[in-house]
């Protein structure tokens, strides 16, 4: 599932860098396998992309992303981690989802990444693989 990871650094206005690096070095991990095409082609169908603005925000601006409970909903819970908020009480969505009373919902958005990768290194594939298709018919 996701994680209760302690922060080192939490900040609740924007962030300005001109580059940032997470840590990648294979040497520092156990790695399980690939992700795989069927998995990656499932987060980019179930996991609707969203607009939204921040409630009790001066910052009243358009914000795209995704939504916390929707990518657990579509079984992507490593993607998600808790972090403690006593303001948020717990709620129950209709499906029966229930968002927990003193925590808020974070995401791994550079985690998405790779899934988005794997879908569009197919579909790069399957273009190329039409496109010899294609060829072939017009040289007949």
Not at 13 to 23: C, G, K, L, S, V
Not at 76 to 83: A, P, Q, R, V
């Amino acid at each position: 599932g996701g994680t209760t990871a302690a922060y080192s650094l939490y900040c609740n206005n924007r962030i300005e860098a001109t580059e940032f690096d997470a840590t990648s070095d294979e040497r520092m991990k156990d790695i399980k396998g690939e992700i795989e095409l069927e998995d990656a082609i499932g987060f980019v169908n179930k996991v609707k992309a969203i607009k939204y603005v921040w409630k009790d925000s001066e910052d009243t601006g358009i914000k795209a992303g995704y939504s916390a409970q929707q990518v657990v909903k579509s079984g992507y819970n490593h993607l998600i981690g808790h972090i403690a908020n006593e303001d948020l009480v717990e709620t129950t969505d209709t499906d029966g989802f229930v968002s927990p009373e003193g925590f808020q919902l974070t995401m791994n958005y550079d985690q998405v990444t790779p899934y988005h990768g794997v879908v569009i290194k197919y579909l790069l594939e399957k273009i190329e693989s039409l496109e010899q298709e294609i060829n072939k018919l017009k040289s007949k």
